[in-house]
């Protein structure tokens, strides 16, 4: 399971110290994993390139609803819209974007847009990583027989290509709506969180240090906050982030599909692209907006989370 | 390492039996169905009622189940109900698998052919323009939903340029023999140059589209690679015995860095499924990501059974025959995958 | 060194130009697109949004397989090019007696099925003979849906049957009996289910074999590749791995033959994927492009042609399920608050017409003196105070993943009625579900509360309109539970079986003039026009009202 193989390898990582023919082998010698690999880090441009980008659009998030010119709701400019004809409103005094196919302003729908998006990221991550949280802990806890299925069916789930699972799971709810969407992109994520963790968790437990910390008699609960914890969050954040961006990209995909939400009164970039699409040739520019945020922001974590995994683990760069 | 042979094929016959069950208990657990496909508007709630009960879909759904496992057995996975109404939905998947693989391996042929040399020079100008440039465009290839990009290539190369066909895998009404249902291969096969052009015309815009994924990583781990390999002693130890370097290149250096570069390949197979769903959709493209989009939307339980399962099992026949390679290869995998 | 570095990048150079080259090479063969026929008629390539079911039009009930069979197949009677009109066909005349129960057709002379089978009255009575003897899965409505539909049962008896017996009198004389009068007789016939089959054919590919096999259907070797009819085109092949459908040009067809050599269907699924493969050139026309692209279509030069609509696009009304709908003031309050004209005019394509009644002014038995609701909120709000509904809460749903030809844009049309009743103090709850994921279903048991729906005639009968939606009280609209529900569709067959014309559309009128003043059990919305585009080269299509193009009459003006 090949999947399988390279989320091992990530996982993998978590278990070493940091003793590979790096330049900076000397320096590092006995520092942790996470001060190494954040030394690596500072030094890598695209990482900051990626920090900015999503720095800026969490900034964009924050501060749409104060500077967004209108509800972006409000088919303020119905009246210019035709259907018959094909007309939508053309940008104009206070709209510098137009309107979209329902008269609302597109410019405040692009701003607002990065709020949901940046949730469905989000949440979607989030509720990822915590079903693979319970499903890894309970396998790597328990072991034998409960770790057995739990790992075969998460096997099952991986077996499966990442957008069909996500296009069966949103084809399963009755009304679409943006939670449907969250879930469907979420629940892809859990099979591959789940193996990440109990991965992890198992190359830290057997790792050098952790056993020598347990040989000198150290309190299993300080081993876990001191030595396990620690070390597995660098797999899991770089996870953690490049999912940001594919759940991104699901949900657009999602959307495409035709299983976006169904109400998109709140805005959300890729429902507004996905919708646009019977407008590709006609009105590009609602189009244009949405994928060139969502290809700005999914290449901000992307960059952030493939310079991480490299400066994590410095012999894949990959 | 037969053992562990063994045991992935055992595996992987139980994952098929439980995605089996999965699959089907999911498709009737989705909302509406194929009576409401089938009807469409015209269909008053006595006609429901009545096809509902002819289709069988209120029996227990076990009893459904053994009955699809009992027909299954001999063959019979049901026919089409949405995509292409009548037609047994394995025959179906057997002819339309063939595009999606022409498609998928066109991807591929296409990633390599750009990544491996890009990625080469990338990785011996390590932080030249080349190096960097290559890193953008294949993060971005990560980054554009694919979707959007087939319709951007659509638009410029069949649109406005009208260089290539918009859709399809051929023009319609060109005499074209079939023989292994790979259209291209077909042409070359029986000579029918016009066809095999035409059928290639055809493919490669969704294939250009389609090999974004794959690109991304195969020229993120040629570059990885090749990297490696010019620290490994031998490439050094060859440098300083004074070969030229072209055939340090050949021999060592791209030998051995092509090693992990295959290998990804076969791990490309679920991304690049997921990719033909999107990019078949977008260019019309008969293939099994175009079935599975309507079937979805028809509520075609045969054909998304089947190509759901089928689609699995190739992926992780692919993987287990990559993880297999893998293995032999490097030992250090063997030791990994026993923890796994 | 440095030198050797530099041919390096050359050589993979290489490699992109060699990529480069394929593509302009395709580029060039460009011109060698579909004239692999070599006549002079040419060929015609029609986008298709869908694979037919399969070739034999008694087993089917979609526009897309209807499309196929109707150049191959052709019935008794026919319907006027360009018109909803009934003519000759297959039949030269009829003549019913005089309880309208009888009805003698007179058979065009020298018509041969394409198999050479003659055809002749014997040949009528074989098609009428196998399609009300059909069983098991046969006889249920996924497959015989028209005959269920215009018919009723079939010879089993577990339903009452319109057909009673066919006899041939003589080869050019054949008697059809049925059980009762119906207005809708023998327009009916004209409907592409009915079209008359190669006997012979039928036998030899075993027509009827057709069984439901688990949760499908499997379609007989007839169906499936040997359709045979007495139309001015032939079957050619169905190519499924690529999509296409080829029909060719019957040399030997009895009227005037068809201009094409060969007609081709390429079935493109995606909307937009179609239009682009029209403007590319791949295709020379599709169905129903959507109004959003009609501008740009006829702009880029393309013959964009509007049918007269033939549709009724109607906002459902449950009574079921919310006892406020139950009130007629209330359903008029809804009517009152819907600003149909600035649907029409915003949403709906061009040449979209307000709908008066629920269904368009050129069906039978239309009543120009209907009541009407104009757009009047403040009257909406004075019905809902006097119902004492002030505070009214209603579902609308709407239904995602399709668009239908008297419903463009679902989305659109939902959000509009949305904001004109939450202008007349009426709360919405919207509820969307997909088309054949729940919203048909739920729809059709009376499930939703408001609900948007529509229907395309199949020809002009009013029956086939309010016949359909009334004519039994077990319906999306829950009339059953109306006092006036029995009333309506006893009205409605009584109508239907008025021998005399005149009076029938006395009745009709009076139907109608009950509909919209007193029931109400729905609001007419809109009637929208489908359109049809080719390309500039293609002439002499006639667009049909009912959406049933021929092609024969259909030729490529240039040479290439």
């Known amino acids: 399971m090949s999947r399988a193989t390279k989320i091992d390898q990530l996982a993998g990582v978590a278990g070493r110290r940091d003793l590979d023919s790096d330049p900076d082998r000397a320096e590092d010698a006995g520092v942790s994993l996470a001060a190494s690999a954040w030394r690596r880090l500072r030094r890598s441009p695209t990482f900051w390139v990626g920090a900015i980008v999503i720095g800026l659009f969490v900034l964009l998030a924050v501060i749409a609803p104060f500077i967004a010119p209108h509800d972006p709701a409000l088919r303020m400019l119905e009246s210019q819209v035709s259907r018959a004809s094909n007309q939508l409103p053309p940008p104009q005094e206070g709209h510098p974007l137009g309107g979209d196919q329902y008269g609302r302003d597109l410019f405040s729908r692009v701003l607002l847009g990065s709020q949901q998006t940046l949730l469905v990221a989000l949440l979607a991550t989030v509720i990822g990583l915590g079903g693979g949280l319970v499903l890894g802990t309970l396998a790597g806890a328990f072991g034998g027989w409960v770790d057995s299925v739990v790992m075969r069916a998460v096997d099952v789930l991986l077996s499966i290509p990442s957008l069909l699972l996500a296009v069966s799971i949103g084809a399963l709810f009755a009304q679409q709506t943006q939670f449907s969407v969250i879930l469907a992109v979420a629940i892809v994520q859990i099979p591959i969180f789940a193996r990440l963790l109990r991965g992890t968790m198992l190359s830290v437990r057997e790792s050098d240090h952790v056993l020598a910390a347990r040989a000198l008699g150290v309190k299993r609960r300080e081993i876990v906050f001191r030595h396990i914890l620690p070390n597995s969050l660098g797999p899991v954040i770089v996870q953690s982030t490049l999912v940001l961006a594919m759940a991104i990209l699901d949900a657009a995909a999602l959307s495409f599909l035709g299983l976006g939400a169904a109400d998109d009164s709140t805005p959300e970039w890729g429902q507004m692209l996905g919708n646009a699409q019977e407008f590709f040739d006609s009105q590009p520019h609602l189009a244009f907006w949405p994928a060139g945020c969502i290809v700005a922001v999914a290449l901000g974590f992307t960059l952030v989370g493939e310079s991480m995994r490299e400066a994590l683990d410095p012999r894949q760069r990959r | 390492m037969l053992r562990y042979a063994i045991r992935r094929v055992l595996q992987l016959a139980l994952v098929v039996l439980v995605l089996s069950v999965l699959i089907f208990a999911w498709l009737r657990a989705l909302p509406g169905g194929p009576v409401s496909a089938l009807l469409g508007d015209r269909g008053t709630a006595e006609m429901r009622a009545e096809l509902t009960e002819a289709l069988g879909l209120n029996d227990p759904i076990f009893v459904q189940y053994f009955a699809f496992l009992g027909r299954a057995i001999t063959g019979d996975f049901g026919t089409s109900t949405g995509v292409s109404p009548g037609k047994p939905a394995l025959e179906l998947f057997l002819e339309r698998f063939p595009a999606t693989i022409e498609l998928g391996v066109a991807a591929i042929l296409i990633a390599l052919a750009a990544a491996i040399p890009l990625g080469y020079l990338a990785a011996r100008r390590r932080g030249g323009w080349l190096d960097n440039a290559g890193i953008v465009v294949s993060m971005l290839g990560m980054s554009i939903p694919i979707f959007f990009l087939a319709f951007l290539l659509k638009y410029l190369l069949s649109i406005e340029l009208g260089w290539l066909p918009t859709g399809g895998r051929q023009s319609a009404g060109i005499d074209a023999t079939r023989i292994t249902g790979f259209f291209v291969l077909d042409g070359l096969l029986t000579r029918e140059w016009d066809a095999a052009l035409d059928a290639l015309k055809h493919l490669l815009l969704p294939a250009f589209a389609l090999s974004s994924i794959p690109f991304a990583v195969i020229f993120r781990i040629t570059r990885a690679a090749v990297i490696d390999v010019l620290d490994e002693d031998y490439v050094r130890t060859a440098r300083s015995k004074g070969l030229t370097r072209r055939i340090i290149r050949d021999r060592h250096i791209l030998r051995n860095a092509m090693l992990p570069v295959v290998t990804t390949v076969g791990l490309q197979t679920g991304a690049l499924l997921s990719g033909a769903v999107l990019t078949e959709t977008v260019f019309a493209w008969q293939g099994i990501g175009q079935a599975l989009a309507i079937g979805f939307e028809r509520k075609d339980f045969p054909v998304l059974q089947v190509v759901i399962i089928a689609a699995a099992m190739a992926y992780v026949l692919v993987n287990l025959v990559v993880d297999l390679s893998y293995a032999v290869i490097d030992p250090r995998i063997r030791a990994m995958q026993k923890v796994g | ?560």
């Open chain 3, 1 to 560: 060194m440095l030198q050797l570095g530099i041919s390096r990048p050359r050589q993979f150079a290489l490699i992109g130009l060699a990529g480069a080259l394929v593509v302009s090479l395709a580029a060039c063969a460009e011109s060698d697109r579909g004239d692999g026929g070599g006549g002079e008629g040419g060929t015609f390539v029609f986008g298709a949004a869908g694979a037919p079911s399969n070739f034999d039009p008694f087993f089917a009930s979609d526009g897309e397989t209807f499309r196929v069979t109707r150049q191959m197949f052709e019935g008794l009677v026919g319907i006027k090019p360009g018109t909803a009109e009934l003519e000759p066909e297959l039949a030269t005349a009829w003549e019913p007696s005089p309880d309208g129960k009888t009805w003698t057709f007179t058979l065009q002379e020298g018509v041969n099925f394409h198999d050479g089978t003659p055809f002749n009255a014997d040949a009528v009575c074989k098609n009428f003979e196998r399609m009300f003897n059909q069983t098991g899965a046969g006889a249920t409505a996924a497959l015989s849906y028209y005959w269920i539909e215009n018919f009723g049962g079939f010879s089993d008896g577990a339903n009452p049957s319109l057909y009673k017996s066919c006899t041939a009198e003589n080869p050019t004389t054949v008697v059809l009996e049925l059980t009762r009068f119906t207005a809708r007789f023998p327009t009916m016939l004209s409907q592409d289910s009915f079209a008359m089959q190669s006997p012979q054919a039928m036998d030899e590919f075993g027509a009827d074999d057709v069984t439901a096999q688990g949760d499908s259907f499997v379609f007989s070797e007839y169906a499936r590749s040997h359709p045979t009819g007495t139309g001015p085109f032939t079957f050619g092949s169905y190519d499924e791995a690529n999509g296409t459908i080829e029909l060719q040009r019957n040399d030997n067809y009895w009227g005037e033959k068809a201009k094409l050599d060969r007609l081709i269907f390429r079935v493109i699924e995606d909307e937009t994927a179609r239009k682009q493969a029209l403007e590319a050139g791949d295709i020379d026309g599709y169905d129903l492009p959507g109004p959003a692209d009609w501008d740009s279509l006829q702009q880029d030069g393309f013959n964009l042609m509007i049918r007269d609509p033939f549709n009724i696009l109607y906002l459902g009304i449950t009574q079921r399920n919310n006892p406020a709908l139950q009130n007629l003031k209330v359903r008029q309050a809804l009517a009152y608050a819907i600003d149909r004209q600035s649907l029409v005019n915003a949403i709906m394509p061009e040449n979209s017409e307000v709908a008066k009644e629920f269904y368009p002014s050129s069906v039978d038995g239309y009543a120009d003196d209907v009541q009407e609701y104009p757009h009047d909120p403040e009257r909406a709000r004075q019905l809902l105070d006097e119902a004492g509904f002030p505070d009214l809460t209603v579902e609308l749903w709407w239904p995602t993943q399709v668009t239908r030809p008297y419903m463009p844009n679902p989305q659109a049309i939902f959000g509009a009625i949305q904001e004109d009743l939450e202008q007349a103090g009426i709360t919405v709850t919207p509820v969307s579900k997909p088309w054949a994921g729940g919203y048909l279903d739920q729809v059709e048991v009376a499930d939703a509360q408001l609900f948007m729906l529509g229907w395309t005639g199949d020809y002009n009968s009013p029956a086939n309109f309010i016949g359909t939606f009334f004519g039994t009280t077990e319906n999306q609209f829950w009339t059953s539970g109306s006092p006036w529900g029995q009333e309506l569709a006893d009205a409605l067959v009584d109508a239907d079986s008025t021998v005399d014309a005149a009076q029938r559309e006395t009745k009709y009128q009076e139907i109608n003039r009950k509909l919209m003043a007193e029931y109400l059990p729905a609001i007419p919305l809109s009637h929208s026009p489908p359109a049809i585009v080719v390309a500039s080269d293609v002439e002499g299509l006639v667009p049909s009202p009912l959406t049933k193009e021929e092609f024969a009459t259909v030729s490529m003006s240039s040479s290439d």
